[in-house]
């Protein structure tokens, strides 16, 4: 297990000086061969950067992922109360079913989340379940967009196809987004390459 933190932390400080070069020479971020681009345009609103990295699971790169606001900020609560439009995009790096997606995000959720909060948005929640449920896999090279519209709400495309939008309600995209930056996030290094940290 030593071993496997330890590459792990060096893919992530090669992410990082990767990501420190690139945007000194003003180009777009390469993270195991996806491109990922400096700014993102979501509901006609311009948005930067914020951080990007892998989500690693044990040894095998899972996805790659992208966090998007209006301007740079560097921990959970200052995105959590970020106004505007945001943007988490994720790039498949490899085949993943839907049982298992699903269960690593509602995993995510219990774990930074207390049950005062879920059941509040209870219903949002199994359709959430339920719009992954039915996507049998999720395919190496599929990108998926989880936006944060103002007055509109969530909404998520796979591969530029909407699959799922849900009310104007804040706080389940908070909730969402806490499953990478919150207190028991999966991957640890993946946040603090989210926030704009070092990892």
Request: proline share 3%; charged share 25%.
């Amino acid at each position: 297990m030593k071993m496997v933190a330890y590459w792990k932390r060096v893919g992530a400080c090669a992410c990082v000086l990767s990501a420190m070069t690139l945007a000194q020479n003003g180009l777009a971020l390469d993270l195991a061969g996806v491109k990922i681009e400096e700014t993102a345009k979501v509901a006609n609103q311009d948005l930067k950067l914020n951080g990007a990295g892998i989500r690693y699971k044990v040894i095998f790169k899972v996805y790659t992922a992208a966090l998007y606001l209006a301007d740079k900020k560097t921990t959970t609560q200052d995105v959590l109360t970020a106004p505007g439009a945001r943007r988490m995009e994720m790039v498949m790096l490899r085949d993943v079913s839907n049982e298992d997606f699903g269960r690593a995000f509602m995993t995510g959720i219990k774990n930074n989340s207390d049950k005062t909060e879920r059941a509040k948005i209870i219903a949002q929640l199994l359709a959430f379940g339920e719009t992954f449920a039915s996507i049998p896999e999720l395919r190496k090279g599929d990108v998926i967009f989880i936006d944060w519209i103002p007055g509109v709400g969530t909404q998520i495309h796979i591969n530029s196809k909407l699959v799922w939008e849900t009310t104007p309600d804040q706080t389940f995209y908070n909730i969402l987004l806490r499953t990478w930056l919150g207190d028991k996030p999966a991957d640890n290094n993946l946040k603090s390459l989210l926030l704009g940290q070092s990892g």
